[in-house]
């Protein structure tokens, strides 16, 4: 599959900003051009978001962050990009022009995606030399949780640039669907100024106020269509008849007048300020960024619970979460380095983020062992335990687990663990795991595990094959001749 190698972002604000977002914490490089004085801040305060959401969301390796860098000029940024991403306010004379400008400095063989949330690509790609390779690449806010791109195609563009954008999407965790007539406003938009018109309405009425049209969404429907959308969730309403009893009984309805979808509210200040008055209230305080890092704890409890799902096999956009993470177990969570048995093996580095700790800014007990897990894992792949032998029906099980705190780690702390390899048999792993202050050294927590080798679809204990025995054999061997390490042994209360 073809990957993204290094991408391009011209305009990081919201929308832009997002797209920074999610290329770097899919380990890609990006160049970054935005004339906006506080672009560095503003950007640096959504990836800052972004970090604590992806922390919540999953407990794959994700491959190390790519490199951010800010270009003074347009030309030096979407040098050698392969996606460049447009992402400048909608104007269609602005977005002709710095489009136009990316089309001449950018590579040949470059894709360019406009975040456009309306305008037709025909009218963008106007004036460009390389019309064919450009699309619009419409996404919703915010971009590094919300997995959907709408790509739409301009007369020009060519069918190997739609489908190279689709697949490019794909290993940086994102759904790309495919709006085949370019109209517009797209789809997605076309449903949003739908709804939008008719609240207007109804706060320009007096019907409501703006948090309670807020909560008949969120409370109803709005967790129907989070999984299901718009006509599956209809079908179900028509139910054992389906989707054709159930357009014979309310498709009536759509005479009625109802709405007011073919009417325009005039949005006069009066309007705008009993919005603005009334939205200013249900806020009650909080400010932008508090509010973005609610929706993002919301929307990960959304995509978690979709990716669990009744069955197991996970659901819409959980479904498509699953798939992710599983592309990202595949690698491992970028290069493994050379064993070297001559001591514990430093398996996994990281910092502790702000969704790892508690009130007191103390890493939480679970993270511990969310570390401690990953420690485990990690020596899995070493010695052959990887997705595809565990998709074959093999794994190893942790089955028992005994975890000393022996120190603090901090909000931003940079700490690392260690594995030695205790004994191994047939069936059986014994792995004493160190969580270590980088800087410092010192140790901060040890956790001893018994991992046993099972056969995932009988359900029991068998011996592992001898291509995992020998790697971890080889390990063990090594390590016998270490110092046993503090602590191995050790029982919950017994003394020093």
Same mark, same amino acid.
């Given at each position: 599959?073809?990957?993204?190698?290094?991408?391009?972002?011209?305009?990081?604000?919201?929308?832009?900003?997002? !797209?920074?977002?999610?290329?770097?914490?899919?380990?890609? &490089?990006?160049?970054?051009?935005?004339?906006?004085?506080?672009?560095?801040?503003?950007?640096?305060?959504?990836?800052?978001?972004?970090?604590?959401?992806?922390?919540?969301?999953?407990?794959?390796?994700?491959?190390?962050? $790519?490199?951010?860098?800010?270009?003074?000029?347009?030309?030096?940024?979407?040098?050698?990009? &392969?996606?460049?991403?447009?992402?400048?306010?909608?104007?269609?004379?602005?977005?002709?022009?710095?489009?136009?400008?990316?089309?001449?400095? @950018?590579?040949? /063989?470059? =894709?360019?995606?406009?975040?456009?949330?309306?305008?037709?690509?025909?009218?963008?790609?106007? /004036?460009?030399?390389? %019309?064919?390779?450009?699309?619009?690449?419409?996404?919703?806010?915010?971009?590094?949780?919300? %997995?959907?791109?709408?790509?739409?195609?301009?007369?020009?563009?060519?069918?190997?640039?739609?489908?190279?954008?689709?697949?490019?999407?794909?290993?940086?965790?994102?759904?790309?669907?495919?709006?085949?007539?370019?109209?517009?406003?797209?789809?997605?938009?076309?449903?949003?100024?739908?709804? !939008?018109?008719?609240?207007?309405?109804?706060?320009?009425?007096?019907?409501?106020?703006?948090?309670?049209?807020?909560?008949?969404?969120?409370?109803?429907? $709005?967790?129907?269509?989070?999984?299901?959308?718009?006509?599956?969730?209809?079908?179900?309403?028509?139910?054992? *008849?389906?989707?054709?009893?159930?357009?014979?009984?309310?498709?009536?309805?759509?005479? #009625?007048?109802?709405?007011?979808?073919?009417?325009?509210?005039?949005? &006069?200040?009066?309007?705008?300020?009993?919005?603005?008055?009334?939205?200013?209230?249900?806020?009650?305080?909080?400010?932008?960024? @508090?509010?973005?890092?609610?929706?993002?704890?919301?929307?990960? $409890?959304?995509?978690?619970?979709?990716?669990?799902?009744?069955?197991?096999?996970? #659901?819409?956009?959980?479904?498509?979460?699953? /798939?992710?993470?599983?592309?990202?177990?595949? *690698?491992?969570?970028?290069?493994?380095?050379?064993?070297?048995?001559? $001591?514990?093996?430093? =398996?996994?580095?990281?910092?502790?983020?702000?969704?790892?700790?508690?009130?007191?800014?103390?890493?939480?007990?679970?993270?511990?062992?969310?570390?401690?897990? &990953?420690?485990?894992?990690?020596?899995?792949?070493?010695?052959?335990?990887?997705?595809?032998?565990?998709? @074959?029906?093999?794994?190893?099980?942790?089955?028992?687990?005994?975890?000393?705190?022996?120190?603090?780690?901090?909000?931003?702390?940079?700490?690392?663990?260690?594995?030695?390899?205790?004994?191994?048999?047939?069936?059986?792993?014994?792995?004493?795991?160190?969580?270590?202050?980088?800087?410092?050294?010192?140790?901060?927590?040890?956790?001893?595990?018994?991992?046993?080798?099972?056969?995932?679809?009988?359900?029991?204990?068998?011996?592992?094959?001898?291509?995992?025995? /020998?790697?971890?054999?080889?390990?063990?061997?090594?390590?016998?001749?270490?110092?046993? %390490?503090?602590?191995?042994?050790?029982?919950?209360?017994?003394?020093?």
């Amino acid at each position: 599959m073809t990957r993204i190698t290094k991408a391009a972002c011209i305009g990081g604000g919201v929308i832009g900003g997002g !797209w920074i977002a999610r290329f770097l914490l899919a380990g890609i &490089d990006v160049s970054v051009f935005d004339p906006h004085p506080e672009a560095s801040r503003i950007v640096g305060e959504v990836l800052a978001n972004a970090e604590k959401a992806y922390a919540m969301l999953t407990g794959a390796p994700l491959p190390p962050r $790519g490199r951010l860098t800010f270009e003074t000029s347009l030309q030096e940024a979407v040098s050698g990009a &392969d996606w460049i991403q447009e992402s400048v306010p909608e104007r269609l004379d602005l977005k002709r022009r710095v489009l136009t400008e990316i089309d001449a400095a @950018a590579r040949p /063989d470059a =894709l360019i995606g406009s975040s456009t949330s309306g305008l037709l690509p025909s009218d963008l790609q106007r /004036d460009m030399k390389h %019309p064919e390779r450009l699309f619009v690449a419409h996404p919703y806010n915010p971009v590094y949780l919300l %997995p959907l791109v709408e790509i739409v195609g301009g007369e020009k563009t060519s069918k190997a640039t739609i489908e190279a954008a689709m697949e490019r999407l794909v290993p940086i965790g994102m759904k790309g669907v495919h709006i085949v007539k370019e109209i517009e406003a797209f789809v997605g938009d076309r449903l949003l100024e739908a709804l !939008w018109r008719e609240a207007l309405w109804l706060i320009h009425d007096d019907i409501c106020t703006v948090e309670t049209l807020d909560d008949v969404i969120r409370y109803s429907f $709005g967790l129907r269509w989070a999984q299901m959308g718009l006509f599956q969730t209809y079908r179900i309403a028509g139910g054992e *008849a389906g989707m054709r009893h159930f357009l014979a009984q309310f498709g009536p309805c759509l005479a #009625w007048p109802w709405t007011k979808l073919t009417d325009v509210v005039d949005l &006069d200040d009066a309007l705008i300020e009993k919005i603005g008055k009334q939205s200013d209230e249900q806020a009650a305080g909080l400010s932008i960024r @508090a509010l973005e890092r609610i929706r993002d704890e919301n929307l990960v $409890g959304i995509l978690q619970a979709l990716k669990a799902g009744n069955d197991g096999r996970g #659901w819409g956009a959980g479904q498509l979460l699953k /798939d992710f993470e599983r592309s990202l177990w595949a *690698a491992g969570g970028g290069k493994t380095a050379a064993i070297d048995p001559s $001591g514990p093996l430093k =398996l996994v580095e990281t910092k502790v983020s702000p969704a790892w700790v508690d009130y007191n800014s103390h890493m939480t007990e679970h993270r511990y062992l969310q570390v401690f897990g &990953d420690t485990s894992d990690a020596l899995l792949r070493l010695i052959g335990v990887d997705l595809a032998y565990v998709e @074959a029906g093999r794994s190893y099980y942790t089955v028992e687990t005994h975890i000393r705190h022996l120190g603090e780690a901090k909000l931003g702390q940079a700490i690392h663990s260690t594995c030695q390899i205790l004994a191994v048999d047939d069936k059986r792993l014994h792995l004493f795991h160190t969580i270590c202050d980088t800087e410092s050294g010192a140790v901060l927590a040890t956790a001893e595990q018994m991992l046993l080798h099972v056969d995932t679809e009988a359900g029991k204990a068998t011996p592992a094959p001898a291509a995992v025995l /020998d790697k971890a054999n080889l390990i063990a061997t090594a390590h016998a001749k270490l110092p046993p %390490p503090d602590g191995a042994g050790r029982h919950v209360g017994q003394k020093r």
